[in-house]
């Protein structure tokens, strides 16, 4: 277990090492552009040439490519010194960058990002875990059912609908609409957990509802084609032939052999979704990683869009580790090579 767990962790690294030359080489070699220009997007339009200058020589853009990459990448694991004398500024490890147009590092905006986020993404996978994989496994041991057709019609509506659309439904009717549904008159606004744990959850349900609809409509749907084809197993057809009563052949035999998928779709989806939830927050106005980088998209902000990218892969690449894990776990025959 140790020897595969450290085999996984190695190739995590390596992952993440070439998500670190990708991501450079996208923002800092494929614009072909001068290296002044290239401050502008650090510093702003409205920097004048002089400043950009500046910047230019603080960041070392005239320098070779591999020491530009190379003093960046050293500056995620050690801290950076941009600049010297008293007009230096220091970026403290782990340094993803810093932005001279908000006078803050990058980290220091991810790490302020990041709860909000989190509180959107696991709330949103208890109800599409919860709701998803009970309805499919309902539906198939129902199949035929009233229930069945139910839940098949309402996934096909929680998929046909994106999320923009169901959000906007929702904001107009908890804060414009009926009175009946008039629940939040004031806005949806987010309250840290540390502030108020009850608002916090209250202003978070909407955004729950609002990402788990469209998720759950899709773990319903392959929950119920996986329980289907497991159901179909002669090890099923073994154990209804011993007797076994309906609900341990299905939810102790069936489920149980589609668990582990569950896992790794879970632990994907969960790490894809912490990267930035960009169409939620920016409908709900939440400041978290995807309205982060949405932001410094609009406003080129150069190492505000590097610093997310990079975060988000990480995020990615951790949860491929910890879905690994959960499989081992799960599964034997993965960490012995069977």
Same mark, same amino acid.
């Given at each position: 277990?140790?020897?595969?767990?450290?085999? !996984?962790?190695?190739?995590?690294?390596? #992952?993440?090492?070439?998500?670190?030359?990708?991501?450079?080489? @996208?923002?800092?070699?494929?614009?072909?552009? /001068?290296? &002044?220009?290239?401050?502008?997007?650090? /510093?702003?339009?409205?920097?004048?040439?002089?400043?950009?200058?500046? %910047?230019?020589?603080?960041?070392?853009?005239?320098?070779?490519? +591999?020491?530009?990459? +190379?003093?960046?990448?050293?500056?995620?694991?050690?801290?950076?010194?941009?600049?010297?004398? %008293?007009?230096?500024?220091?970026?403290?490890?782990?340094?993803?960058?810093?932005?001279? !147009?908000?006078?803050?590092?990058?980290?220091?905006?991810?790490?302020?990002?990041?709860? &909000?986020?989190?509180?959107?993404?696991?709330?949103?996978?208890? =109800?599409?875990?919860?709701?998803? #994989?009970?309805?499919?496994?309902?539906?198939?041991?129902?199949?035929?059912? +009233?229930?069945?057709?139910?839940?098949?019609? @309402?996934?096909?509506?929680?998929?046909?609908?994106?999320?923009?659309?169901?959000?906007?439904?929702?904001?107009?009717?908890?804060?414009?609409?009926?009175?009946?549904?008039?629940?939040?008159?004031?806005?949806?606004?987010?309250?840290?957990?540390?502030?108020?744990?009850?608002?916090?959850?209250?202003?978070?349900?909407?955004?729950?509802?609002? =990402?788990?609809?469209?998720?759950?409509?899709?773990?319903? !749907?392959? /929950?119920?084609?996986?329980?289907?084809?497991?159901?179909?197993?002669?090890?099923?057809?073994?154990?209804?032939?011993?007797?076994?009563?309906?609900?341990?052949? &299905?939810?102790?035999?069936? =489920? !149980?052999?589609?668990?582990?998928? #569950?896992?790794?779709?879970?632990?994907?989806?969960?790490?894809?979704?912490?990267?930035?939830?960009?169409? &939620?927050?920016?409908?709900?106005?939440?400041?978290?990683?995807?309205?982060?980088?949405?932001?410094?998209?609009? /406003?080129?902000?150069?190492?505000?869009?590097?610093?997310?990218?990079?975060?988000?892969?990480?995020? @990615? $690449? %951790?949860?491929?580790? %910890?879905?690994?894990?959960?499989?081992?776990?799960?599964?034997?025959? $993965?960490?012995?090579?069977?």
């Amino acid at each position: 277990m140790i020897r595969y767990a450290a085999n !996984r962790v190695l190739g995590a690294l390596g #992952v993440l090492l070439v998500a670190s030359v990708v991501t450079f080489s @996208i923002f800092q070699l494929l614009p072909r552009v /001068t290296k &002044v220009d290239m401050a502008f997007y650090y /510093t702003g339009r409205n920097t004048s040439p002089a400043q950009a200058a500046a %910047v230019s020589e603080r960041f070392g853009f005239d320098k070779p490519v +591999w020491e530009q990459y +190379w003093t960046w990448l050293s500056g995620i694991v050690t801290g950076r010194d941009l600049g010297d004398g %008293v007009s230096a500024v220091h970026c403290a490890a782990p340094c993803l960058g810093y932005s001279f !147009r908000q006078n803050r590092s990058v980290t220091e905006m991810l790490v302020q990002a990041f709860p &909000v986020t989190l509180s959107i993404v696991i709330g949103a996978a208890v =109800l599409w875990l919860a709701g998803g #994989v009970a309805a499919g496994v309902i539906a198939a041991a129902r199949r035929g059912s +009233w229930f069945d057709r139910g839940s098949t019609v @309402i996934s096909l509506l929680g998929v046909s609908i994106p999320e923009f659309f169901s959000g906007m439904l929702l904001i107009y009717a908890l804060t414009a609409g009926p009175s009946w549904l008039r629940w939040y008159s004031g806005g949806i606004t987010y309250v840290p957990f540390t502030q108020d744990p009850v608002r916090w959850a209250v202003n978070l349900l909407p955004v729950w509802f609002c =990402l788990a609809f469209l998720i759950t409509a899709v773990y319903t !749907r392959w /929950t119920r084609a996986a329980m289907l084809e497991t159901m179909s197993e002669d090890f099923i057809t073994t154990a209804k032939a011993k007797g076994l009563r309906r609900r341990t052949v &299905v939810g102790k035999h069936g =489920l !149980r052999a589609v668990i582990p998928t #569950v896992v790794t779709l879970a632990g994907l989806d969960l790490g894809a979704l912490l990267g930035g939830v960009i169409i &939620v927050e920016y409908l709900f106005s939440f400041p978290g990683l995807g309205r982060l980088a949405y932001d410094g998209i609009s /406003t080129k902000d150069l190492p505000v869009i590097m610093g997310t990218t990079l975060f988000a892969a990480f995020l @990615i $690449v %951790v949860a491929n580790v %910890v879905v690994d894990a959960c499989y081992a776990i799960l599964d034997p025959r $993965v960490r012995h090579g069977g």
